[in-house]
């Protein structure tokens, strides 16, 4: 089959008549498609999914932002991989333009000279993992599925193959063959060998994580998992228990591991669908060293690996901020509460929806607690919900009494005493932006100020979910 041939029978078999790698379904498809043909799926579609960073990746209103990536790779003198696959370290001297260029957020016709002398324009730069590749189903999603499984099977070699600590060197064949029996896993050595030749940073990521585990943990013939069919059965007792709490949590927020560590013990455990007992599950055998849920996060190449434990029962999550006010103009369309600390932004972060509270301080920086999120703190602390988003953006587009009569309450309570007449034409001067937004977040700050016994737990259960440690997360531990 020629590549025209193997196009156009992958595009005749699509739903739409032409594939999209942000599609699963086609995804799957071209993946079919490949294995009959003795291909190396993996690879291909990988390779498909790389794309390159341009100045619209770095203005785009994300967390982390990916300027603030860029720039911090290079103070700290970390390699950035290019479209060719090569890695490159920026010299900082002969790049200070551009550097200065990055600083003031002007990301046009940006020029970098690596340690080499090489000049390399932005679109030469490949958009990895740390710049927010991946979002769709083609690209990082698959990375991601790779390397929590390279992370299995480096424990694998640790636990049993070595007896020790491991090294990057490790990380081959040889090894993983034989570490095979003890993962259960949804990649393959071929993918993890690949992935890791392609992105090579993570041989000496994946060794430190794996270490400090092994510090951590003595073994308690542990197989290692990632997407198995077991981690599948504690997913679906929350996924239940929580359709009985009523709330919409989304599965990181109650336990974000990526890898477990499971002891034969498990094996025919049946847990529990009420959440309160659950959450008591998990912690208990994690105290007993029999199921270790790890999240995993890429740790520099100059940094040592470090851990944090989330959801300990033993540890009561307090209330360490507390509510201190809010600030707000009548031109701005962002609310901004204001804690002992930092403050919390308030506002739509896709124009006229996609409400948002966003951490500005040293404490879960730059994380964010959506409307759903939002939502679920209040019915647990017995509080109004807030309006739904869908219905409020159709109130303002129509011009809902009962809507603009609210806001205007709001805005005369909260941001200035305003009369009915001043406030209507301020009203119709403002986008539907503004108005959505303001409508939301003064909302939200209607709940604080209307209930000040409540605030500071509203406020810290907002700080614990931006950490997927919210009350009713269950126990974990961060590899960083």
Known sequence: MTLDELLLEWSYRTQKGYPSLDNPSDVHILKTLLEKLDLPSGTIINRMSEVSLNPGELRKDRTPNRAEVFLKKI???????????????????QSADSIQKLKDKDFNKLIFTDTTGKQLKLNQFKKTEEFGAGSGAGGGSIDTRIMESAHC??????????GEKITKDDLVRENFEQAQPHVDVDATIDEIEEFLERKSLWYESTS??????????????FKFHRGSEQ?????????????????????????????????????????????????????????????????????????????KVFGDPNIPPGNEYKYEGYKTTSKSSTVEIQYTGGSITCRNFSVETGWSTEIKGK?????????????????????????????TLNAFKTNDEEYYNKLFYLFDKFVENINNKDFKKLYDEKPLSWKTSNFMGLE?????????????????????YA??????????????
């Open 467 to 480: 950490s997927s440690s919210t009350k009713i997360s269950s126990q974990f531990i961060k590899i960083s």
């Open 208 to 221: 430190k994580a794996v270490n400090k585990i092994y510090d951590l943990f003595s073994n308690n013939n």
């Open 75 to 93: 103070e700290n003198d970390e390699e950035f991989e290019l479209m060719d696959g090569s890695m490159i370290v920026i010299d900082k001297e």
């Open 153 to 162: 099977f480096g424990l694998a070699i640790a636990y049993y193959v070595k």
């Open 363 to 391: 404490a879960a920086q730059g994380g964010k607690c959506g409307h759903t999120g939002v939502n679920d703190i209040l019915k647990l602390n017995g509080l109004t919900l807030l309006p739904s988003q869908k219905n």
């Open 231 to 307: 981690v599948k059965t504690i997913y679906t007792a929350w996924q239940t228990a929580k359709k009985t709490e009523g709330l919409k949590l989304m599965d990181d927020k109650w336990n974000p591991a990526d890898i477990w560590l499971i002891s034969p013990k498990i094996q025919d455990v049946t847990f529990s669908n009420d959440l309160k007992v659950l959450n008591g599950e998990i912690s208990n055998f994690y105290e007993d060293n029999d199921l270790i849920g790890i999240s995993l996060k890429m740790i520099g190449k100059k940094a040592k690996a470090i851990s």
């Open 444 to 464: 939200f700050l209607e709940r604080l100020e209307d209930n000040p016994k409540r605030a500071d737990e509203v406020l810290n259960d907002v700080m614990r």
